[in-house]
Each structure stands twice: as C-alpha cells, then as structure tokens.
C-alpha cells in the first residue's frame, strides 16, 4: 500500500462533538487518548533523561490518571491549536517535571532548580513516527471490527493477507473459495474502510475541525517521519 494512498479526504470534529455530550462522551475521549498516544509519550519517556523515574508504561499511565482527569485539559488543548500529540508531549514534559521534583523531596534532595529535560535526538520525530504506528494500529483494529460487525470478515481475510502478510490475491482466492478479481475487489473494499477510519483518527489529533493545519499538510509531515 503506497504512502500516499493511505489518506482519502474528510474532517472530523470527533473530540469536540464527544466533549459536549455528558461524561460518557468524555469518557470516550479519554480511551481514544489513551488507546492512541500511550506509545508515542512512551516513546518520548524512553528518549528523555527521565528515564530513571520508573517503568515507562507506569509513567505514562500516571500522566494519563492525572492530566486526563482536569475539567479543563481539553478545552485549553482546543484553544492552544496544537496538535493533541505535541499538546500532550508538553504536558507529559510538565508531568515529568513534576515526577522529579517530588521524587528529590522524598528522598530530601533539593526541590529547587528546573533544568530542561534532555532528549536524545529529535522528540517531535520520535513523537510523530510512534503516533503513525500506534494511529496506523488502531485503524487497523477498528477496521476489523467493523468490517466484521457488517459481515465482511472475509473483506477483511483479504485485506490482512494480502497487505500485512504480502500474499498474492491468487493464493488468498484459493483459501476464500473465489476468484482472484473477486479477492481483489473485496481487498479494496476493506482498503476504503481502513483509509477512511485512519483518516478520522488523524483529524482528532487537530484541535479545530476548521482552519488550522491543512490535514494533507498533516498528512506529508507524518510520512516523512517515518522515512
């Protein structure tokens, strides 16, 4: 699957639409958050200087229970117009900060001083090719899912062998009991289904459903993080 095939045009106002319904909504927030960018903040933390604070998953679901649960964390997000990743990355920064303070005073080191934390190469590349990843991934589940709530399990047989497994449509025909043209067609099928999802979950990451970064703009800078 070429690069530049994976984003189809559309928009979204996912995040804002859930943050206005009742706590459910925000409870769905808060999992997308936690399901999409638990990998590239634990990127980030392997990277840092930090890395002596604890075990990375520990930290990064730590920041999550913390930061997730402020009123106001979405809101100032949405007024910053940052990406959500770079937004949470500062955070998760602030956060880790925060973690090395109180760890000198419990241990009655001093508490003052606030050097920058250090970070081996470029954390906003880290950032961005552990989000393509985790993003990627979760398109993948989600398309699955659904191509298997809708009775498309086999659309889906076709897309995972042929594009993850690298088999040739023939082989995988063979298996499903159809055509070679016949896997095809259900390969693009699910292909469109992927393309679509993975987009939407792109532009959750924007804070304006309008304006802003141009999502294809988005779309160039994340592929040439994963070059």
Same mark, same amino acid.
């Given at each position: 699957?070429?690069?530049?095939?994976?984003?189809?045009?559309?928009?979204?106002?996912?995040?804002?639409?859930?943050?206005?319904?009742?706590?459910?909504?925000?409870?769905?927030?808060?999992?997308?958050?936690?399901?999409?960018?638990?990998?590239?903040?634990?990127?980030?933390?392997?990277?840092?200087?930090?890395?002596?604070?604890?075990?990375?998953?520990?930290?990064?679901?730590?920041?999550?229970?913390?930061?997730?649960?402020?009123?106001?964390?979405?809101?100032?997000?949405?007024?910053?117009?940052?990406?959500?990743?770079?937004?949470?990355?500062?955070? %998760?920064?602030?956060? /880790?900060? =925060?973690?090395?303070? &109180?760890?000198?005073?419990?241990?009655? !080191?001093?508490?003052?001083? *606030? @050097?920058?934390?250090?970070?081996?190469?470029?954390?906003?590349?880290?950032?961005?090719?552990?989000?393509?990843?985790?993003?990627?991934?979760?398109?993948?589940?989600?398309?699955?899912?659904?191509?298997?709530?809708?009775?498309?399990?086999?659309?889906?047989?076709?897309?995972?062998?042929?594009?993850?497994?690298?088999?040739?449509?023939?082989?995988?025909?063979?298996?499903?009991?159809?055509?070679?043209?016949?896997?095809?067609?259900?390969?693009?099928?699910?292909?469109?289904? %992927?393309?679509?999802? /993975?987009? =939407?979950?792109?532009? &959750?990451?924007?804070?304006?459903?309008? !304006?802003?970064?141009?999502? *294809? @703009?988005?779309?160039?800078?994340?592929?040439?993080?994963?070059?």
């Amino acid at each position: 699957m070429a690069k530049e095939d994976l984003f189809p045009a559309t928009r979204s106002t996912w995040i804002g639409d859930q943050l206005r319904r009742d706590d459910t909504g925000r409870a769905e927030v808060n999992r997308h958050v936690m399901t999409v960018y638990a990998l590239p903040l634990r990127a980030y933390f392997l990277g840092t200087s930090e890395r002596w604070l604890g075990d990375a998953d520990d930290i990064v679901q730590g920041f999550f229970a913390d930061r997730l649960a402020r009123d106001d964390f979405f809101a100032a997000w949405q007024q910053s117009g940052m990406p959500l990743r770079r937004w949470l990355m500062n955070a %998760f920064c602030f956060y /880790l900060k =925060e973690q090395r303070r &109180r760890h000198r005073r419990d241990n009655r !080191g001093s508490a003052l001083g *606030d @050097d920058p934390i250090a970070f081996c190469g470029d954390p906003d590349r880290a950032i961005d090719r552990a989000f393509v990843a985790s993003l990627v991934q979760r398109a993948m589940d989600l398309t699955r899912e659904g191509c298997e709530k809708d009775g498309m399990d086999d659309h889906w047989r076709v897309f995972e062998e042929h594009h993850c497994r690298a088999r040739p449509y023939a082989d995988i025909a063979t298996d499903l009991g159809v055509d070679a043209a016949r896997a095809a067609v259900m390969a693009r099928t699910a292909t469109r289904r %992927f393309r679509m999802t /993975l987009r =939407e979950l792109l532009a &959750r990451d924007s804070a304006a459903a309008e !304006g802003g970064e141009d999502i *294809d @703009d988005q779309i160039r800078a994340l592929v040439e993080a994963l070059a």
